[in-house]
């Protein structure tokens, strides 16, 4: 039955063949891990906002008092709101790890004439995390 | 019958066909002009040549002096008044493409470098890193975009010139993707269809030479010329034919045999030194080099693998750096094809087939003698490289010849009125044939595999290195059994969309006439001249045949061989020496002794 | 690990005249060290079935004709061994490049690449015209750095095959396209960067590129299309910027980095 299907429209008329397209799925990205891995790279940045959107939520609760910043640090022990923020720091990391080892493609910086090495370019980067990190966590656990 | 119609036709869109198309459409804006190629332009064969584009720039060289290397390389059978126009031409043509943004070597302050090369007195090769003729036909593809007179007709295959009242006037083509065969009608066709090297079973060459132009010229009734002259090159890995570059000797390597003997000293081309010498030891002329292949393969000295006898090229003294900077091809291919690192071990080689000489017969200006047919490049011969082509004489060839033949074809269309219809019955005539004979036949009982193996067989055994009348006159009855159990080929493939099947019986039948030509020039020939050898005959004979073979295709099949003096201006011929002796020589001028051999 | 002396190969086939669809055809072929998956292929037509179609022209990397996937990812098929699918039984499941239409069992249809690669006016664009007796520009190896990398493209299209975007938009002009004009742009005798910026600076231009990099990937030649993108990308943006402060007015030179 199958076969008669296939042949009873031949897709060919003189002289103009039928080019055959092959249908690109809604699920692309699952056929190939580089793949996933890029469109995970995406949706990291949904999660990036989402660290924004608690920062704010927390200057606002800031602003208007005592009462209002503890029941916003109460709110932030809610377990939702903490897989929310660790997983949140999961794909932040993700993010720029992925974005510090891609942006020496993006901007080639020649030294007297040759190339800079891609590490090279990307490391000031990771220094300056590291040492921002530090000096952060030094004020907040002090 | 489908028919479409323009003033200037190209076969064939390499470097040679390009650039008569840029010509062209210089000349004339008003000319509509058509390249038909069988392949993307971009995947014509000029893309593989690597080593470099010869012309003289620099102050201590001279055009005499790259004349004269030229004709002596050739042994003298090159048409002096060509070679004189050709070196003229060939720096500005280089020019001229660099202005079109090939991107040449540099030297540190900004000008053009030039390199040795084999055969060449003096450094004149510019190069593009050693991808000189990708550069070259990506360049000339990507200008050839801005002209609107040229339309392509990309994969489309032609199968036969049309001829009428003594005029080409056409051809009839294949458009590959629907199976459509067509007349395309022009007042002027230029052939750059490229050697035809897949004859041969061990060459350079890709799958798409198969000296379809030469065919197609012989076929409708011009001459070719000296069709012996197949040029081997000494240094291509064995199994896949993949050349590995004069310039690998250029910047110092060694050819060592069995015994790691620097094995060439023995052939008169002079004595190791540990830097390059041009013109001397492994910078000698390839010829010489793959004759010493031979005598040592003879004397049991080269080493036996699965796919034939080789020799080894040693770099591992050049060290990383160099090769890396120099000649960065040579090692990615090398690794990439046969696992073998260049800076750590030796690379197999043996002489491959690279180069035709001889060709669809031209005057200077790319003209052939039946009026409106024109050739430039690989597929013409002119003639530039005689009996032996110097290296990197070959791309400037397709620069010089292409733009001359592109500028007369112009000049030639714009005076002729268009091609009458009767030219339309050869077409529907052609389509016929092609379909009875080929598409729908299912009665056949050879496959075509078959047949070109044998032919390859055939011809490498007797028209190959060294040559001699007896093997030449059984390769030519072999070959003419080849043509009858060609006409009894069957097809699998009996569809009409993109059938390549058809296309590669095509290809053989024209490489059948071709293989032919080149038996019955070698065996009119009873001497030894450049890249062909005779070891019955093993003298130069200046007396009898200074002059090119020519051969026709009479209206029964059968072929005749003619002879034509070559054209002698300047340089009466000498002896072609090379090592110590060419060091000495001071002048471009004749030996006045005569040594044997 | 033993190599085994035969490998099963599974090939698409298509034909228009009597298929709607493509199905695969298995064949055996032996394993030798130094075939590549454009060898089977050859000994299938040759000694199997003369009717199995492909492109093939050089056998050495450099003409781009040969590329197909081979077990689903775009590799050119003269440069892929057999041996190093000939372990455990492995198969080698060969396909015509993706995101292509096909033609013909292994062939694909070329003629929107091409119209991609005029688009973007891949030639030395100058505003002058200097004689040749004036000699050569001059370059030095240092400004021929600059762009050579981008200037090794082979158009075999196995970027376009690994380009997700070029699935999903067809009219999206692609890698090989953009790194051929950025390649002109760096060429220190260029002056059409202007030109070509008008042409690019589009969504279906270098703004249709999300940075995915699987066209540098699987680029043979090592050409580096995504990184050509990017800078791309990020002189347009300078251009743009420096012409809110800096407008820009009738003889201008082009902004290059």
């Not at chain 2, 000349?27 to 000029?46: D, E, F, W």
């Not at chain 2, 390389?73 to 720096?91: I, R, S």
């Not at chain 2, 302050?109 to 000189?132: C, E, L, Q, S, Y």
């Amino acid at each position: 039955m199958r076969q008669e299907i296939v042949k009873a429209a031949p897709a060919y008329t003189e002289f103009h063949p039928r080019w055959y397209r092959a249908p690109v799925s809604v699920y692309w990205w699952l056929g190939q891990w580089r793949y996933l891995k890029f469109i995970l790279r995406e949706l990291s940045s949904l999660f990036v906002a989402s660290f924004v959107v608690i920062t704010l939520l927390q200057v606002r609760a800031l602003r208007n008092g005592p009462e209002a910043y503890s029941r916003f640090q109460h709110w932030l022990q809610s377990p939702w709101v903490i897989a929310l923020n660790f997983v949140s720091f999961l794909f932040v990391v993700f993010h720029t790890i992925t974005w510090f080892n891609l942006a020496p493609r993006a901007m080639p910086i020649w030294v007297r004439g040759k190339r800079l090495p891609e590490f090279l370019v990307a490391a000031p980067n990771y220094a300056i995390w590291l040492v921002a990190s530090v000096v952060i966590a030094w004020f907040v656990l002090r | 019958m489908d028919v479409s119609s323009h003033d200037v036709l190209l076969v064939g869109g390499g470097g040679a066909g390009l650039r008569a198309a840029i010509a062209a459409a210089e000349v004339n804006p008003q000319l509509s002009i058509a390249v038909v190629s069988k392949v993307y332009p971009m995947r014509s064969h000029t893309v593989s040549a690597e080593g470099g584009a010869a012309g003289v720039i620099k102050e201590d060289d001279s055009l005499d002096e790259h004349a004269y290397d030229s004709i002596s390389g050739g042994d003298w059978l090159c048409d002096q008044d060509a070679v004189e126009t050709f070196v003229k031409e060939a720096p500005q043509e280089l020019l001229q493409l660099e202005r079109w943004g090939c991107p040449w070597s540099r030297e540190p302050n900004g000008h053009i470098a030039v390199r040795a090369f084999g055969g060449m007195k003096k450094r004149r090769t510019w190069f593009a890193a050693d991808k000189t003729g990708f550069h070259m036909l990506h360049t000339l593809f990507q200008t050839s975009l801005r002209f609107d007179p040229i339309t392509r007709y990309d994969e489309w295959f032609v199968t036969k010139l049309l001829v009428d009242e003594g005029r080409v006037q056409g051809v009839v083509a294949i458009e590959l993707m629907s199976g459509r065969i067509q007349a395309i009608t022009a007042k002027a066709v230029i052939l750059c269809t490229g050697g035809c090297g897949r004859i041969f079973p061990f060459t350079t060459n890709a799958n798409i030479k198969n000296g379809d132009g030469m065919a197609l010229a012989y076929r409708a009734g011009a001459p070719l010329k000296d069709m012996e002259f197949v040029q081997y090159h000494p240094t291509g890995l064995p199994f896949t034919g993949i050349l590995i570059t004069e310039a690998a000797r250029a910047e110092g390597g060694y050819m060592l045999n069995k015994d790691g003997y620097r094995y060439l000293q023995d052939y008169n081309l002079g004595k190791p030194q540990p830097k390059p010498v041009l013109r001397s030891m492994e910078l000698g002329p390839r010829d010489r080099l793959s004759q010493a292949f031979v005598s040592e393969d003879q004397k049991g000295r080269t080493i036996q693998t699965p796919y034939g006898s080789i020799v080894h090229l040693d770099l591992r003294h050049l060290g990383e750096k160099v090769i890396n900077t120099k000649l960065p091809f040579v090692r990615e291919l090398c690794m990439k094809y046969q696992n073998i690192d260049p800076v750590k071990e030796l690379i197999p080689v043996r002489p491959v087939v690279h180069y035709m000489m001889g060709g669809v017969s031209t005057d200077i200006d790319g003209a052939t003698p039946l009026a409106g047919l024109y050739a430039a490049g690989e597929v013409a011969c002119v003639s530039i490289n005689g009996a032996n082509r110097l290296g990197s004489n070959s791309l400037p060839e397709c620069l010089v010849f292409g733009a001359r033949a592109g500028k007369a074809a112009a000049l030639f269309a714009a005076q002729q009125k268009a091609p009458n219809s009767s030219v339309l019955a050869q077409a529907t005539d052609e389509r016929k044939r092609l379909e009875s004979q080929f598409l729908f036949k299912t009665r056949g009982r050879e496959r075509i595999s078959t047949i070109r193996e044998g032919m390859q067989t055939t011809v490498e055994k007797c028209a190959g290195i060294y040559r001699d009348g007896a093997s030449l006159a059984e390769g030519a009855d072999t070959l003419r059994q080849l043509q009858e159990r060609f006409a009894d080929i069957n097809l699998d493939d009996h569809n009409r969309t993109f059938n390549t099947e058809l296309e590669a019986a095509l290809e053989l039948g024209f490489m059948l006439d071709v293989a032919e030509s080149i038996v019955q020039c070698a065996l009119h020939r009873t001497e030894s001249r450049g890249a062909h050898q005779r070891t019955d005959f093993p003298a130069r004979d200046d007396k009898r045949f200074l002059a090119h073979s020519i051969v026709c295709r009479n209206p029964d099949g059968s072929s005749r061989v003619e002879l034509l003096p070559v054209k002698i201006t300047r340089w009466a011929p000498g002896e072609r020496v090379y090592g110590e002796l060419s060091q000495t020589k001071e002048r471009p001028e004749a030996v006045s002794t005569r040594k044997a051999g | 690990m033993i190599m085994a002396d035969k490998i099963i190969l599974e090939v698409a086939r298509y034909s228009p005249e009597q298929d709607t669809k493509p199905c695969f055809a298995t064949y055996e072929v032996p394993v030798h060290k130094e075939w590549v998956v454009l060898d089977a292929l050859n000994y299938i037509k040759d000694k199997v079935d003369g009717s199995l179609t492909y492109r093939w022209s050089c056998r050495m990397g450099i003409c781009g004709s040969c590329g197909m996937m081979v077990n689903g990812e775009p590799k050119l098929t003269c440069a892929t061994f057999l041996s190093s699918y000939a372990h455990n039984g492995n198969k080698i499941r060969v396909e015509p490049l993706r995101y292509f239409p096909v033609v013909r069992d292994l062939v694909t249809e070329l003629s929107d690449f091409l119209v991609k690669l005029k688009k973007v006016k891949p030639w030395l664009i100058r505003k002058d015209a200097v004689p040749l007796s004036q000699g050569e520009f001059l370059q030095t190896p240092e400004q021929l750095d600059y762009y050579k990398q981008f200037s090794m493209c082979i158009n075999c299209t196995l970027c376009y095959s690994a380009c997700p975007v070029v699935g999903l938009d067809p009219k999206f002009v692609g890698p090989a396209a953009i790194a051929l004009a950025q390649r002109y742009n760096l060429d220190s005798r260029d002056q059409g960067a202007v030109e070509r910026i008008a042409v690019l600076a589009h969504p279906e231009g270098i703004w249709g590129c999300t940075f995915v990099g699987e066209c540098t990937k699987v680029c043979p030649k090592h050409v580096d299309p995504a990184g050509a993108i990017q800078q791309y990308k990020l002189n347009a943006v300078l251009d743009w910027l420096t012409s809110f402060v800096m407008p820009r007015g009738h003889n201008s030179q082009d902004v290059k980095s």
